[in-house]
């Protein structure tokens, strides 16, 4: 079956340290995004990818990086700069090109102790 | 820049029931579309229905359909024969040429009651 995968989907992090959360897709999607969740604000952009080896900042990038190594797959990477981590996120792929449906992965419950 | 506003926090509606959710949002852009998602408790996002702004016919999927409504803006979803698996979280979204992104609306949280 094709889809999008997250792992894991708990995450706990002690303060001051980075933490990588995976994000696979075997739809042949050029394009990937990370959103995050938080409670009352929908979902905010983090980073987004159009094609391998190419990315961009999204609405809330600090605190963040990415990578984009391979076609299906655009990890993230929550440093230790980033205030507040504690968050649901969410990856999603979709077809490149304007307004296209964006399938969304299982998402990660990252909690920071 | 994109906005999209959900003014309704939290609504319920009883089984077999019809109930609409409201949405707006504001573009300088001409071309554009819009969706709406659901997010069940499973938390998996779940593409409702896609409207393409130069479609002046709004789309509809199922009990789903839309009130597209271009000159003001208004984007809303109306579900008919409410199902019990229809609650859910419901995300209004917008996107552009230009920005390359969904812009998400802060939600509506339908619960559908026996």
């Known amino acids: 079956d094709g889809g999008i995968t997250q792992s894991p989907k708990y995450l706990f992090r002690k303060e001051g340290q980075n933490v990588t959360l995976s994000c696979e897709q075997n739809l042949n999607h050029d394009a990937m995004y990370w959103y995050r969740q938080d409670p009352g604000q929908g979902l905010r952009l983090i980073y987004y990818?159009?094609?391998?080896?190419?990315?961009q900042k999204g609405d809330i990038a600090e605190g963040y990086s990415v990578s984009r190594e391979k076609k299906e797959s655009f990890p993230l990477t929550v440093t230790s700069t980033q205030k507040n981590p504690t968050a649901f996120y969410l990856c999603a792929s979709s077809i490149a090109g304007g307004g296209r449906e964006q399938f969304f992965g299982p998402g990660t419950r990252l909690t920071v102790l | 820049a994109q906005t999209v506003t959900q003014s309704q926090p939290e609504m319920s509606v009883q089984e077999a029931e019809t109930v609409t959710l409201s949405c707006t949002y504001d573009t300088s852009e001409s071309n554009y579309y819009l969706f709406w998602y659901k997010q069940p408790p499973s938390r998996q996002m779940i593409l409702v229905i896609r409207q393409e702004a130069y479609k002046q016919q709004n789309a509809t999927e199922n009990r789903f359909s839309v009130n597209f409504q271009k000159a003001a803006k208004s984007f809303s979803l109306k579900i008919s024969d409410s199902q019990l698996g229809d609650t859910a979280m419901y995300f209004c979204?917008?996107?552009?040429?230009?920005?390359?992104?969904?812009?998400f609306g802060t939600g509506t949280r339908l619960q559908v009651t026996l």
């Open positions: 979204a917008s996107y552009t040429g230009t920005a390359s992104k969904l812009t």
């Open positions: 990818s159009q094609i391998v080896n190419d990315f």
